[in-house]
Each structure stands twice: as C-alpha cells, then as structure tokens.
C-alpha cells in the first residue's frame, strides 16, 4: 500500500525551494529557445556529449570547485556522490577518461545543473546551462571562438543588449600585487573584489583592510581598477604602472582585435574587477550582463580559461576554455512572447466511432507529412472539440465525419477566420503548412 504524504506547514504538494514547474506554454518557449542555442553551437562546430548528473564527490571536491562553492553541493549517497555544480568539471573528468578523442576537442552540453543556494532573483537551486568548450589548444583562437559561439547563441535568443565582461586572471593577480594585498590573502582578495559591484567601495575597502591592507594601498587599487576609459586606454595605463602585466594586457589586446572582427567591439568591455568565482580558472574570464533600468543585474552567461583543471584528474594535462549560459536565467528575464499551449498545428475531430479508422489514416497522412498533429480522443461532439481547439490555440480542425468519408476529404476549419473547406488529405495538408 503506498504510503500517505503527511501534512506540514505548507502544503504536502509543494516544490522544493528553488525549482519550478514549467506549465505547457513555458516549456514549448524554453524547448524553442534550447533548440535555437544547440543550432547555433552547432554552426560553429561544436559536437554535444551528455554527461551523469551524478558524479563523485571525489570528482566533484574542492580542489576543483574551491571551498565556498563546494557547501553549495548537493551530497547524496552518504555523501559518496553529488549533483553537478556545472558541467566543466564532468567534462574534465569526461576527458581524462577518454584519452583516444581527436583534439581539440569543441563540445557542446545542454541540461540541468543544481546548487544548495539561497533561491532569490534569477538565482534558483536547480537551473539549466548550454556550455561550449575547447579542450586541447591554448590557441588565443579558441578563446574566441568560445566567446564568438556564446554572443551569437544570446543574440539569436533574442538578448540584443548584452555586454561582454572580460579580464584575465594573470591581470588580475598581477594589479593585487602591485597594490600590496599580502600573498598569502591574494584568493580571498579577490573573491572580495569579484563582488565589488554588489557592494559600496567602503565595504570593500574595510574587506581588504581586513586581509592585511593598508587603506591607502585598497582605495588606490579600487579606483585603478574602476577607472572610466576605454579598453584600450586601460590596457595602455596597465602596460604603463604595472610591469607584470604587461603580457597579458598584449595578449587581450589581441583577443580584442578579433572579436572586433566579428563585430563585436561595442559589445566588449575591459572589467580589471572581474575575476569569476571558480578557483580553477588561469586565463582570460569573462562575463555577459545585461542592465534593467539602469540597474546591473545578475550575469547571464560567463567562463573563462582553465589550463590546469584536467590535470587534476590525468597525468596529461590539457589546455581549454569555455563559456556557460544561463538558459534559466534568460528565460526569466524575457516576457512570454510565446503564448502557444501545444505543438499540434491541426487537430483531427473525428464524429462518432464509424469516423475513428478514418480519423486515424488522416492523422497519419498529416504526420507524415511533418504537420504536428493532435488526434482527438475525446467523445464529445463537434461544437466541445472545437472549444477543445481554441482553448489550445490549434489553428486547424479536421472534422470527419460520414459524409466526409463517404467522399475521402475533411472538412478543415481555420479556427482565425471560421472559415471552413471540404478537401482531400492532400490539399488539407498543403493549406495547413501553407504551400
């Protein structure tokens, strides 16, 4: 005997905290959204794996994840597994499984990921990422070809305001030194200055002063990194006071020159703020915002390059990049253009039990022609199936009934204009999709 739900103090039926159901309409718009993301990724190259959404928690340690994100995880098993943070680190260990894969190696992946995260705005429990990743060139190409895939994938979704965020974390360690932030601080420090944007610049300083700093040294470091200027005007100022930057200030200088060739300069913007939480990364990093009435909100999609992260799980290490979006998130943010409740562009009404077989041969005509069709199931008469129609917003009725299969057509409603024809299957199916 199945075992009762007992009543708590909300309702036994309620979700977990941080997840949602997706009704009819929301999960066509999402699926629609999901499809138009993995053409893109596959116009530029990318070939999908799908990976557990169980993984060790060994695979899944703080080596990989650093501390603050692993108490985000969610443990299962006695703690022996977990959920996916994200899908980087199972690509990872992915590659270090397979050593026989052709490199580079340009995947894609599109699911579900989960995080124990306080649920607010545009930050949920369980979420769904598309990632593109490079593994096996330290080509400045790959890198953008990462960030090419990720911009053109968010435009096609219809994000046209998107800015793209970038540092590197080379840079970044390099103005943390310079500003004498002790070294053995210099990870925290930076999770601190990664958060800048969320705090007052005297939140951040009494952070820093905190770490070692001297206030001085932490005011001047916010205000360098702050400055107002163009990119290139930052990075001629970086080459200028902080001589160990001076490398990788030319390398994104280059990085930027490419992306302007893919006509995106007015989409870029220099951040030597930026540093991304994950503790792996060792490169360029980089972010997607996007603002609401004047407002930043929450990043939509970001990545960056992690040289160092297969090693830990191989004896060989692999160079690679990626770039995440936050399919969720962008779903949130946009209004419901799509107010479709089905798929189905007909449905086949057939008029008592004589009509059934008939019903059946036409639904199949339709379908194999590629018109997604609905076959209605119900008993009800004619009048009941076409409220049936409307309230789904299914745009064509074929009704069957004795007189239409006493001369082998439908009688095909157009539910827009009310306007019905008698036709054969043939000339049914080329009105519905519109030859």
Same mark, same amino acid.
Request: with cysteine.
């Given at each position: 005997?199945?075992?009762?739900? +007992?009543?708590?103090?909300?309702?036994?039926?309620?979700?977990?905290?941080?997840?949602?159901?997706?009704?009819?309409?929301?999960?066509?718009?999402?699926?629609?959204?999901?499809?138009?993301?993995?053409?893109?990724?596959?116009?530029?190259?990318?070939?999908?794996?799908?990976?557990?959404?169980? &993984?060790? =928690?060994?695979?899944?340690?703080?080596?990989?994840? *650093?501390?603050?994100?692993?108490?985000?995880?969610?443990?299962?098993?006695?703690?022996?597994?977990?959920?996916?943070?994200?899908?980087?680190?199972?690509?990872?260990?992915?590659?270090?499984?397979?050593?026989?894969?052709?490199?580079?190696?340009?995947?894609?992946?599109?699911?579900?990921?989960?995080?124990?995260?306080?649920?607010?705005?545009?930050?949920?429990?369980?979420?769904?990422?598309?990632?593109?990743?490079?593994?096996?060139?330290?080509?400045?190409?790959?890198?953008?070809?990462?960030?090419?895939?990720?911009?053109?994938?968010?435009?096609?979704?219809?994000?046209?305001?998107?800015?793209?965020?970038?540092?590197?974390?080379?840079?970044?360690?390099?103005?943390?030194?310079?500003?004498?932030?002790?070294?053995?601080?210099?990870?925290?420090?930076?999770?601190?200055?990664?958060?800048?944007?969320?705090?007052?610049?005297?939140?951040?300083?009494?952070?820093?002063?905190?770490? *070692?700093?001297?206030?001085?040294?932490?005011?001047?470091?916010?205000?360098?990194?702050?400055?107002?200027?163009?990119?290139?005007?930052?990075?001629?100022?970086?080459?200028?006071?902080?001589?160990?930057?001076?490398?990788?200030?030319?390398?994104?200088?280059?990085?930027?020159?490419?992306?302007?060739? !893919?006509?995106?300069?007015?989409?870029?913007?220099?951040?030597?703020?930026?540093?991304?939480?994950?503790?792996?990364?060792?490169?360029?990093?980089? &972010?997607?915002?996007?603002?609401?009435?004047? +407002?930043?909100?929450? =990043?939509?999609?970001?990545?960056?390059?992690?040289?160092?992260?297969?090693?830990?799980?191989?004896?060989?290490?692999?160079?690679?990049?990626?770039?995440?979006?936050?399919? =969720?998130?962008?779903?949130?943010?946009?209004?419901?253009?799509?107010?479709?409740?089905?798929?189905?562009?007909?449905?086949?009404?057939?008029?008592?039990?004589?009509?059934?077989?008939? !019903?059946?041969?036409?639904?199949? !005509?339709?379908?194999?022609? *590629?018109?997604?069709?609905?076959?209605?199931?119900?008993?009800?008469?004619?009048?009941?199936?076409?409220?049936? !129609?409307?309230?789904?917003?299914?745009?064509?009725?074929?009704?069957?009934?004795?007189? &239409?299969?006493?001369?082998?057509?439908?009688?095909?409603?157009?539910?827009?204009?009310?306007?019905?024809?008698?036709?054969?299957?043939?000339?049914?199916?080329?009105?519905?999709?519109?030859?």
């Amino acid at each position: 005997m199945p075992m009762a739900i +007992k009543a708590t103090g909300t309702s036994p039926l309620d979700i977990p905290r941080g997840t949602r159901d997706f009704g009819t309409h929301d999960a066509i718009r999402l699926n629609n959204m999901l499809s138009v993301v993995e053409e893109v990724f596959k116009r530029h190259g990318f070939s999908p794996i799908i990976t557990p959404s169980i &993984e060790k =928690s060994e695979v899944l340690s703080a080596k990989a994840y *650093g501390e603050e994100q692993t108490k985000e995880m969610y443990f299962i098993e006695g703690k022996e597994s977990a959920l996916r943070f994200d899908f980087t680190v199972p690509l990872a260990r992915y590659m270090s499984m397979n050593k026989d894969i052709p490199l580079p190696f340009r995947r894609y992946q599109i699911g579900t990921v989960w995080r124990r995260d306080e649920p607010q705005h545009m930050r949920s429990r369980e979420f769904i990422q598309a990632d593109v990743d490079i593994v096996g060139s330290a080509s400045q190409l790959s890198d953008f070809e990462c960030i090419s895939a990720t911009m053109d994938a968010i435009d096609s979704i219809g994000v046209s305001t998107a800015m793209l965020l970038i540092n590197s974390r080379p840079i970044l360690n390099a103005i943390v030194g310079h500003f004498h932030v002790p070294e053995p601080k210099t990870i925290a420090a930076i999770r601190l200055i990664d958060k800048m944007h969320k705090t007052s610049v005297s939140e951040t300083v009494d952070g820093l002063k905190q770490l *070692g700093m001297q206030e001085n040294d932490a005011q001047e470091m916010i205000s360098f990194m702050n400055m107002k200027a163009t990119n290139d005007e930052k990075l001629e100022k970086l080459e200028m006071e902080i001589d160990p930057a001076k490398q990788e200030a030319q390398k994104m200088k280059s990085l930027l020159s490419l992306l302007g060739k !893919a006509d995106l300069s007015g989409k870029v913007a220099v951040d030597l703020s930026l540093a991304r939480g994950m503790d792996y990364y060792t490169g360029f990093v980089w &972010e997607v915002i996007i603002s609401q009435e004047g +407002k930043r909100l929450p =990043s939509i999609a970001s990545g960056g390059r992690y040289d160092g992260l297969i090693g830990m799980y191989s004896k060989s290490n692999l160079p690679a990049v990626g770039f995440s979006i936050g399919i =969720s998130r962008i779903f949130d943010l946009q209004e419901s253009y799509s107010k479709l409740k089905t798929y189905s562009k007909v449905l086949i009404a057939p008029i008592g039990e004589q009509s059934i077989d008939y !019903a059946v041969s036409a639904s199949k !005509a339709m379908r194999n022609a *590629g018109i997604y069709t609905d076959l209605s199931v119900s008993e009800k008469g004619v009048s009941k199936q076409l409220d049936y !129609a409307n309230s789904l917003g299914i745009r064509y009725v074929a009704i069957v009934g004795s007189r &239409e299969i006493a001369q082998g057509k439908v009688n095909l409603r157009d539910m827009q204009s009310g306007q019905e024809e008698l036709l054969e299957i043939q000339a049914a199916i080329s009105k519905i999709k519109g030859e």
